[in-house]
């Protein structure tokens, strides 16, 4: 099991910014890759950034360049930031952590963030 621990969500006016933390209890070797998904009301969960072990980023092609995705690594922790610029009305979701780790897909409980108009 990989402990996976979300803050930092809330609500925010459109053109602001937010930064999600996920911490994850888990030694960064024994770990693929940690990203952040999410998923609005009505529709699927879907993808949002990603990296790798080796630190190789990806993102959604709605958030790029407005959202980067980072991480601290410690001994048996690592944490995984997404900090987004540029808010839309339409990033309003439940953000989920997701971490990749011997096979095995893990998930954070998730976290409001939400976009006024």
């Known amino acids: 099991q990989v402990p996976l621990v979300e803050s930092g969500g809330g609500l925010v006016q459109a053109g602001g910014s937010l930064r999600l933390s996920c911490a994850a209890s888990?030694?960064?070797?024994?770990?693929?890759?940690m990203g952040w998904w999410r998923q609005a009301p009505g529709s699927q969960r879907e993808f949002v950034a990603t990296?790798?072990?080796?630190?190789?980023?990806?993102?959604a092609d709605s958030v790029k360049a407005r959202f980067t995705i980072s991480r601290d690594i410690a001994n048996n922790m690592v944490m995984v930031y997404l900090q987004m610029n540029s808010l839309k009305p339409e990033d309003t979701a439940v953000y989920y952590c997701?971490?990749?780790?011997?096979?095995?897909?893990?998930w954070g409980q998730g976290t409001q963030v939400t976009v006024s108009s």
């Open positions: 997701n971490v990749g780790r011997l096979g095995t897909q893990y």
């Open positions: 990296m790798t072990r080796g630190g190789t980023t990806n993102y």
């Open positions: 888990a030694s960064i070797f024994s770990i693929n890759t």
